[in-house]
């Protein structure tokens, strides 16, 4: 309810993940790291305007350009409280 951690994507974010996975990244977008540990090349962008991360994909089973899920710290936090309500 209410707020959300998650962060708000600003309008160029929001235009990128409807691009084709050939168009290369809006300008406030910085590359952080490419993961190559999938069976496509994953490379992460972090932008300066909004502040969330977006991936670009060579794998055509996923999307071209999408925004990251949320970090795993955050991600591992939630299944400790969910845990502990159990
Ligand atoms: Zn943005």
Avoid: Y
Avoid at 58 to 64: E, I, R, V, W, Y
Avoid at 72 to 83: M, Y
Wanted: proline content about 5%.
């Amino acid at each position: 309810m209410g707020l959300q951690a998650a962060a708000v994507r600003c309008r160029a974010c929001q235009l990128q993940i409807c691009k084709s996975r050939v168009q290369g990244p809006h300008a406030g977008l910085t590359e952080v790291k490419t993961d190559e540990s999938h069976p496509g090349r994953e490379t992460f962008f972090s932008c300066q305007a909004c502040g969330i991360t977006l991936i670009n994909s060579t794998d055509l089973a996923k999307q071209g350009w999408r925004q990251a899920p949320t970090t795993p710290a955050v991600t591992q936090l939630h299944k400790q409280r969910a845990a502990a309500h159990a």
